[in-house]
């Protein structure tokens, strides 16, 4: 049987792997991250906050641009980071670039009393990407309203979505507790108590309602809400590894906040290497044929020792 979580005694998380890779991850410099790029597997690294996110921002152009009437295409996008969704606006506007035959897919959205929340949440994620992105564009250049999508209860129509476009790129944050989305880990519950799931198993999972791990409530509070633990709903719409999969690319962004040292040093050591583990969902993406880890070098900190 695997090693109890020291944060959470009934979830999977990555304090039940072995103390070796842990430490190992720990050790790395950021010579050796950059060393962990493969085929299949980009690791790149920007010196300034204007770079990072207007980086991050082109992504959402270049996706875009590749879209046709006869080719639809699109993006699955993320609220955290959300420092990239103005100056996605804005390069919209400055361009003149049409987006009326372009799709996003919102990777999730907070549940509360069995229903997705409505854009008065405050801490809502389509509230947040119409605020910062979609309402700050030309209404002559927006794409329509039915090609941005957003996870529902009713799970049928958000997966239907993913056959109106190619989706050229899904992007996103990682979280403290090492998920994409909320693709958080398990509860060590049923067939895996002793066990988590393995890979090809949570691999098959589709968009879906999902309980959310203890630390993903801490680091929600923590980053949008001032530490408010008590705002922060405890279940939530995901988007799945089967939508992920069908994105060309994934593209991770870690500017620091949103994880520590330690974790963005660990998914890039187990993608690398190829060992998913889904105590550590962002590592599944080991499996995936296309995926780029981006950081912010004054982000990337480092794990000695230091007390505050």
């Known amino acids: 049987m695997r090693k109890i979580s020291r944060v959470a005694p009934g979830w999977w998380d990555y304090t039940t792997l072995d103390r070796e890779l842990l430490d190992e991850a720990a050790r790395l410099t950021e010579q050796d991250v950059l060393a962990l790029s493969r085929p299949g597997f980009q690791v790149r690294f920007y010196d300034t906050v204007q770079e990072f996110y207007l980086a991050e921002a082109l992504e959402y152009i270049e996706a875009w641009k590749q879209a046709t009437p006869e080719r639809p295409a699109g993006l699955c996008g993320p609220i955290g980071p959300t420092e990239q969704l103005p100056l996605v606006a804005q390069l919209v506007n400055a361009l003149g670039l049409r987006l009326h035959h372009c799709h996003y897919w919102g990777m999730d959205e907070w549940v509360v009393n069995g229903r997705a929340v409505s854009r008065e949440f405050p801490l809502g994620f389509a509230r947040t990407a119409h605020e910062l992105c979609f309402d700050r564009i030309r209404p002559e250049l927006r794409m329509p ?44 519950e049923g067939a895996y108590v002793d066990a988590p799931p393995p890979p090809a198993v949570y691999r098959r999972l589709t968009t879906r309602l999902v309980d959310l791990h203890p630390m993903t409530l801490m ?3 923590r980053t949008s809400g001032g530490g408010t633990v008590q705002n922060v709903p405890h279940q939530a719409m995901t988007v799945g590894p089967a939508e992920t999969w069908r994105a060309e690319t ?30 550590v969902p962002m590592s599944l993406l080991a499996d995936h044929s296309d995926v780029r880890f981006s950081f912010l070098r004054p982000g990337f900190g480092t794990c000695d020792v230091e007390m505050h």
Request: charged residues 20%.
């Open 145 to 188: 309203a039915g090609q941005i999508h957003f996870p529902g209860v009713d799970t049928a129509p958000f997966i239907k979505s993913w056959d109106q476009a190619r989706c050229v790129l899904m992007q996103g944050g990682q979280g403290e507790v090492k998920h994409w989305a909320f693709n958080d880990p398990p509860k060590r």
């Open 219 to 221: 680091q929600n509070a």
């Open 250 to 279: 994934v593209s991770i962004w870690h500017p620091g906040h949103h994880d520590n040292p330690f974790g963005m040093r660990l998914t890039t050591l187990m993608i690398a290497k190829r060992c998913p583990d889904a105590a």
